[in-house]
């Protein structure tokens, strides 16, 4: 997958065009991942994903929500791929010169059938949704030239791989790391069981991971070719049971464009938090654990690569997450759309969202 950064120029300046309007509907369900304000994020993430190249504005037709925005010329094949594959999109419609919706076919947005992301329940699991948007933002932030191969994402606090999910459905590869080695299994059980019903090519084991003759845990990789698509290479994940602070030493050399993932709210669970390995009264905080591993994470990216973070801003600020970017030399993108994250989940946990970029270096590539 290639950087979508060239793909929104709207039209060529010297010749007279006609501006085309269109509607995006924003599916109903958006409203239960971000309890309000759906319709405010949504547009935010076209905003980004569209590059700027157009205003995007939250409007309502008869009671019912949707984006607007206008570009020169009719949106091409793949500008109609990027509103497709838009956390909440629902349908698009062209605002005719009478003011009449004509319904604007777009092409499929997943290689996948989306119960992959579905079908798993379970507790502390991040909204399909939601983890979509944080993908989608984060892509848009990298700045790497078209590859052959298709870019890997790492979530390195996978949890059952809702991330790898999406990437996968996407078209992307997938990597992890998760503390919890149960969910590691849960996740190859799953995988296991929903590849073989789909009747898809595809590898899928779980194995331990040892070095120096100590263990170092489990890992769980797969393979999967994507269904009527036999041009297109096959996809991979690989997870590791393991502390996320060891990401580096666990995928080795291997670096990634980009790598998005949902901390640990530190809400309390009991006596502990779903805060992993940080020790004394940092425990029951994500703030201890992101500092130590934000770096490690810093230094798996490409240069151009994003890192987009989740995260309860009950005990860790914007300007905190920042500093932290700072400190191990990415870029945060902070103006206008990328503000626009913040929405409540639940009476203790206020939701933000965070994206930063590793620059380029003229010397490396
Ligand atoms: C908010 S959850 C992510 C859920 C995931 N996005 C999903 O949908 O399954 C955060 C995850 O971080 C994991 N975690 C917390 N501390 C960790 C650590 N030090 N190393 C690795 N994983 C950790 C937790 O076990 C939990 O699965």
Redesign the pocket.
Same mark, same amino acid.
């Given at each position: 997958m290639s950087g979508p950064s060239a793909l929104w120029c709207a039209g060529h300046a010297m010749r007279e065009t006609v501006p085309m309007r269109y509607l995006m509907l924003i599916a109903p369900a958006s409203n239960r991942a971000y309890a309000q304000g759906a319709d405010r994020l949504a547009a935010a993430e076209l905003a980004i994903c569209t590059h700027a190249r157009t205003e995007v504005e939250v409007t309502e037709l008869a009671g019912v929500g949707y984006l607007r925005f206008a570009t020169e010329e009719p949106l091409s094949a793949a500008q109609l791929l990027i509103v497709a594959r838009q956390s909440t999109f629902l349908a698009l419609f062209e605002l005719t010169a009478e003011d009449l919706l004509r319904p604007v076919p777009v092409p499929a947005a997943t290689l996948f059938d989306d119960d992959l992301l579905t079908i798993p329940k379970y507790p502390?699991? /991040?909204n399909e949704q939601f /983890?979509r948007l944080l993908v989608n933002i984060t892509l848009a932030a990298v700045q790497r030239p078209a590859a052959d191969t298709p870019w890997t994402v790492l $979530? &390195?606090?996978?949890? @059952?791989?809702? /991330?790898a999910a999406v990437a996968l459905t996407l078209g992307l590869n997938a990597a992890g790391?998760?503390? !919890?080695q149960k969910?590691v299994e849960a996740m190859s059980a799953f995988w296991k069981t929903w590849l073989r019903r789909k009747r898809l090519k595809h590898s899928a084991d779980m194995s331990p991971v040892r070095r120096d003759g100590k263990s170092l845990g489990r890992r769980f990789d797969a393979t999967v070719q994507p269904p009527d698509a036999p041009e297109r290479p096959r996809l991979e994940l690989t997870v590791f049971t393991? !502390? /996320? @602070?060891q990401s580096a030493k666990l995928f080795g050399k291997r670096r990634f464009e980009a790598i998005v993932t $949902?901390? &640990?709210?530190g809400v309390v669970h009991g006596a502990s938090t $779903?805060?992993?390995?940080?020790s004394g009264k940092r425990d029951r905080s994500p703030a201890g654990?992101l500092r130590e591993a934000i770096p490690v994470w810093a230094s798996q990216l490409k240069p151009g690569g994003a890192l987009g973070i989740s995260w309860n801003t009950h005990g860790l600020t914007r300007e905190e997450l920042a500093e932290m970017m700072a400190g191990a030399g990415l870029e945060a993108l902070q103006d206008g759309p990328w503000l626009r994250f913040g929405h409540r989940v639940d009476s203790s946990i206020q939701r933000d969202v965070l994206v930063a970029r590793r620059p380029i270096d003229q010397n490396e590539q």
């Open positions: 502390g699991k /991040t /983890t $979530d &390195p606090l996978a949890g @059952r791989g809702t /991330t790391v998760e503390g !919890d969910s393991g !502390d /996320t @602070r $949902d901390a &640990p709210y $779903d805060v992993r390995g940080v654990l």
